[in-house]
């Protein structure tokens, strides 16, 4: 299997462009987060998602978007990009909440953006 | 209320050495507590996880010590070793919320 993938690996944009960050997992997994990791400031959460069609918001919400068309795909959207959110994008999914020792997180290998 | 504190930011422990990573929270609430352990160019793992309901767990060289009472937890190494390098973060969660409380990581080295 191959787990929760990401892409791109690396992507450098400039300020005011547009992307949109891909995940997807192989795994049935029902739920699905964003996260970024920023040196000093471990994991802030974006958005999460605990089915297909049902996205909420997490810690850091602002200038992002989700959606979750289907149970394998959780793409984030940036906009209108601005430099406070370069960072690494780590994207991950659980089979069920993740209060629980059976149903850990399972990481992509993240995704470096650089905003200039 | 939903903080974890964690500390220290960076260590270095000589190989065999027992380094010891601490974390404290706030929320009474918070009644799941993993460690995640972090790879260079990887996202992160789940390595262990403990309940309050204990007040130590081993898994392998790895052991949690919880004290609910200080409302603190810790992570120790025993006989560390270089593939033991890496960066290693607390988290939390109460029951019922869907994602975890992550503490802000220690970079850990090992020296052989």
């Known amino acids: 299997n191959a787990g929760v993938t990401q892409t791109p690996k690396f992507r450098i944009l400039k300020i005011g462009q547009s992307m949109t960050l891909q995940c997807t997992q192989d795994?049935?997994?029902?739920?699905m987060y964003w996260y970024r990791q920023d040196p000093g400031m471990g994991l802030k959460l974006i958005y999460y998602?605990?089915?297909?069609?049902?996205?909420d918001k997490g810690e850091v919400p602002n200038g992002y978007n989700v959606s979750r068309s289907t149970t394998e795909d959780f793409p984030l959207r940036l906009e209108l990009a601005a430099p406070s959110q370069t960072s690494v994008y780590f994207c991950?999914?659980?089979?069920?909440?993740?209060?629980?020792?059976?149903?850990?997180?399972?990481f992509g290998n993240g995704t470096r953006l650089t905003v200039t | 209320q939903q903080q974890v504190k964690q500390s220290p930011q960076s260590l270095i422990v000589q190989k065999g050495g027992i380094p010891i990573i601490n974390c404290a929270y706030e929320?009474?609430?918070?009644?799941?507590f993993p460690w995640y352990q972090q790879f260079p160019g990887k996202g992160p793992a789940l390595l262990i996880a403990?309940?309050?309901?204990?007040s130590e767990k081993k898994e392998g060289r790895f052991t949690i010590s919880f004290n609910k009472s200080a409302k603190q937890f810790s992570l120790h190494i025993m006989d560390s070793q270089p593939g033991d390098s890496a960066t290693y973060f607390c988290?939390?969660?109460?029951?019922?919320?869907?994602?975890?409380?992550f503490g802000s990581g220690t970079r850990l080295q090992v020296q052989p």
């Open positions: 929320n009474t609430a918070f009644d799941y």
């Open positions: 403990i309940r309050p309901d204990v």
């Open positions: 795994m049935n997994h029902n739920y």
């Open positions: 998602s605990v089915g297909a069609g049902i996205t």
């Open positions: 991950a999914s659980s089979y069920t909440g993740t209060s629980s020792y059976n149903s850990p997180l399972h």
């Open positions: 988290a939390a969660s109460p029951t019922g919320r869907r994602a975890l409380t």
